[in-house]
């Protein structure tokens, strides 16, 4: 049987702590997080995928709050965190006009909903967040918390895939 690519082994390899902490940074759910690590190490990284899925299946109303209170609003990366940045990289050149739709919108959606828009902003533009975000506006609290669901596993998808790709540290 072959052996798992470096980032993998890695990760495999990682002390439970240093790794828990990077599974928080791919999402903050702790049982999320808890749950990917329990099934290490992993063979390949389609099963290392496979148990993000999964464990996103299992996570309860509350646990989706939390993976959520991890990202901030489309349109307003947190200061500082080049992984916001880039996955909202579709808004940063947006026209003002847009970002002020998109604010409003927001808004409007966080009334609703009683949390941010989350969608897996990976390679979108602005104009189609601010369109996805207008056809959910109007989803029922059951059916938004599954689109959150689904969102949230693209995005741990990507997430954990570029922590298997980042370099070992030094004097690894």
């Known amino acids: ?5 470096p980032g993998l082994a890695r990760f495999n390899t990682s002390p439970d702590g240093a790794a828990l902490a990077a599974l928080h940074e791919v999402c903050a759910s702790a049982a999320w997080g808890t749950k990917v690590l329990a099934h290490r190490p992993y063979a390949t990284v389609a099963a290392l995928l496979d148990a993000s899925d999964a464990a996103m299946a299992e ?4 646990d989706l709050a939390e993976a959520m209170a991890g990202h901030p609003p489309i349109g307003r ?8 940045s880039r996955e909202q990289r579709g808004m940063a050149g947006a026209a003002e006009e847009l970002k002020a739709e998109m604010l409003e919108l927001n808004l409007a959606y966080q009334e609703r909903f009683g ?11 602005g104009e189609q967040m601010r369109d996805a975000l207008k056809a959910r506006i109007g989803n029922t609290p059951e ?3 599954e689109n959150v669901r689904t969102e949230l596993g693209k995005i ?7 922590l298997l790709d980042e370099p070992a540290e030094k004097g690894e």
């Open 59 to 62: 996570l309860t109303t509350a």
């Open 1 to 5: 049987m072959p052996s798992p690519p």
């Open 115 to 125: 949390h941010v828009f989350l969608i897996c902003a990976t390679g979108a533009t």
């Open 143 to 145: 059916q938004e918390r």
């Open 77 to 84: 990366p947190n200061p500082g965190d080049p992984a916001s």
């Open 156 to 162: 741990n998808r990507i997430r954990l895939s570029r």
